[in-house]
């Protein structure tokens, strides 16, 4: 499967325990982007990152996360000391510049519950 | 005012039908529309595009109508199919960073 992969698919925590996600993009996609949905809503942007730089973060990434992307290539999401309303559905996408745009191809996301 | 309107919330059409969700915008800096399909405990996947140059697109049975002058756009499903029924999210791209910003999503559902 070429396609953006991510694990675990679902996770349920307790509050206040700490998560960890990760996401595989697409073979030479350059930029990865990490995106939160909740249900009924589109996805809201957290942060992207081009290769291993972290380019931009959302004012929603409060300091309890954390995202990395060592050499480029993974990358994770770290949620600490988990909230009730971190729990949503955490989307990760990749892109590469293709013909002058950066198509992004999401994965199938990971699902967080926060009891 | 980085926001994308999304009309409606959610649709019922019969097989064969034309459904239309329509979306609006007020950033002039947006340079690119594109339209995602999102299945239940699936990630949303790109169904089809346009750039603000282009009055309309077609791909299949899709169809993207812009309005540059009006900053709005619309997807048009020809012949819909139940196999169509989704979420459709309309979103646009910020030129400075290739950010996206979504449409609240439409519901849609294809009677057979």
């Known amino acids: 499967d070429t396609g953006v992969s991510q694990d675990p698919r679902h996770k349920i925590t307790k509050r206040g325990q700490n998560v960890t996600f990760r996401c595989d993009p697409i073979s030479e996609h350059n930029r990865l982007y990490w995106y939160r949905q909740t249900l009924g809503q589109g996805p809201e942007f957290l942060t992207y990152f081009q290769n291993e730089a972290q380019l931009e973060k959302s004012r929603l990434l409060s300091d309890r996360f954390s995202a990395e992307r060592p050499k480029g290539s993974f990358s994770t999401l770290e949620i600490q000391r988990t909230e009730q309303g971190d729990s949503a559905m955490y989307l990760c996408?990749?892109?590469?510049?293709?013909?002058?745009?950066?198509?992004?191809?999401f994965g199938p996301g990971t699902r967080l519950t926060v009891l | 005012q980085q926001q994308v309107k999304q009309s409606p919330q959610s649709l019922i059409v019969q097989k064969g039908g034309i459904p239309i969700i329509n979306c609006a915008y007020e950033n002039t800096a947006f340079d690119y529309f594109p339209w995602y399909q999102q299945f239940p405990g699936k990630g949303p996947a790109l169904l089809i595009a346009?750039?603000?140059d282009v009055s309309e697109k077609k791909e299949g049975r899709f169809t993207i109508s812009f309005n540059k002058s009006a900053k709005q756009f619309s997807l048009h499903i020809m012949d819909s199919q139940p196999g169509d029924s989704a979420t459709y999210f309309c979103?646009?791209?910020?030129?400075?960073?290739?950010?996206?910003?979504w449409g609240a999503g439409t519901k849609l559902i294809i009677k057979p």
């Open positions: 979103a646009a791209r910020l030129d400075s960073n290739y950010q996206l910003i």
């Open positions: 996408a990749s892109s590469f510049r293709w013909g002058g745009v950066y198509e992004q191809f």
């Open positions: 346009i750039r603000p």
